[in-house]
């Protein structure tokens, strides 16, 4: 029997992960973790999908809540994106999915931008190197969005006496074409992109997203083989700099809360180690569980307002912290800003390396 329908026919409909999933909250589970995998075997079979089922397998950010409650161990992640393979191949996933996939594999970015701006961050207040083994990637949402995330990391690392280089034709990671399933177009894509950052000699490279992280470090490993190159995660560089002493926060004294990224949940006491060293007092928004903003995956573009209702969870939240919240992840930040300004709400949501930037200066 095929792996995956034997998974889901361990299924015992107990519900826990409509339960933790924002998705079938806001849709008052019409669509939740449970009716995507039950999906699987009518694709598996090649029987046709309606419309609303289609929906239901590409309204999922894959945050990962609904697999780390599952009793039955069902891996319900794997098999939307194995749903979203199928769909693809069908011709039937959503015309924006088909269109962000093509620009990133064809230009390199999401939104099919001006790669010549990528590297507009760097200006003259910053100091990098021509020639350094150990780089900087900034990724999409910092490098166009939220530029100055990337210029306060490299004052940190400034400051802590390290000058990385950034990457001339840097280019997305390529995790949206993970989450869709286009796993063959993304194995030629990790290929690209590892041998050209290996061309550069780069032997150590600093990122500051999330999603870019997990997909340098273990997504180009499974796709096409190890790079020989370090991947570090800049929160956590920046802990060791502060163990160190090269980095020394002065106190702020604040309560806030904090956004976790779903993609490196795992790493959650990173950031909240360095908020404590910043006299930070943390307490969590969501009781300590998984609560995503809502955007990734696909969910944005092709189902906005879905969107912005799971985006709303975290901004009512933010009421209560008078301090604000602090996000991590950029791509977090960048969709809530977008449902406040859409919604007209105020937006309390600090960037965890501005806040130690301010902190350290
Ligand atoms: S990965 Fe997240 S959004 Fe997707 S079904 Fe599971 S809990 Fe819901
Ligand atoms: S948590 Fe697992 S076993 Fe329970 S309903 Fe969801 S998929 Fe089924």
Sequence with gaps: MDEDLLAVSYCIDCGKCNDVCHIAKVTDNKYTPRSKIMLLQK????????????????LSTRCGACDDICP????????????RTILAEQGKEPVRTSQICKNIIEAGSPG???TTLRNSWINDEIELSET???????????AFAHQDIARSTIKLLNKAGITPRAIPEEKCCGLFLIDNGHMEEAKEYAKEYVEYIESLG????????????IVLKEEYARLFREPKFEVVYSLELFRDLIQEGKL??????RKMGVRDACAILEMSDIPRDILRSMQVEVTEMFGGKHGCCGGPAGV???????SSKVGMITIEK???????????????????EDVCQQEEKEFNIKDITELLLESVL
């Design 43 to 58: 694709l598996i079979e090649g029987d046709e999908l309606d419309q609303d089922e289609v929906d239901d397998v590409y």
């Design 72 to 83: 039955m161990s069902i891996p319900i992640t794997d098999i939307i994106q194995r749903e």
């Design 112 to 114: 099919r931008k001006d």
């Design 132 to 142: 350094s083994d150990v780089a900087y990637m900034a990724g999409c949402w910092i």
């Design 202 to 213: 780069i032997k150590k490279i600093i990122v500051s997203c999330p999603g870019c992280y």
């Design 248 to 253: 020394v926060p002065k106190a702020l004294d």
């Design 300 to 306: 944005k573009p092709n189902f906005p307002e879905i």
């Design 318 to 336: 933010t009421k209560d912290y008078p301090d604000g919240v602090v996000a991590y992840c950029p791509f977090c930040y960048h969709h809530l």
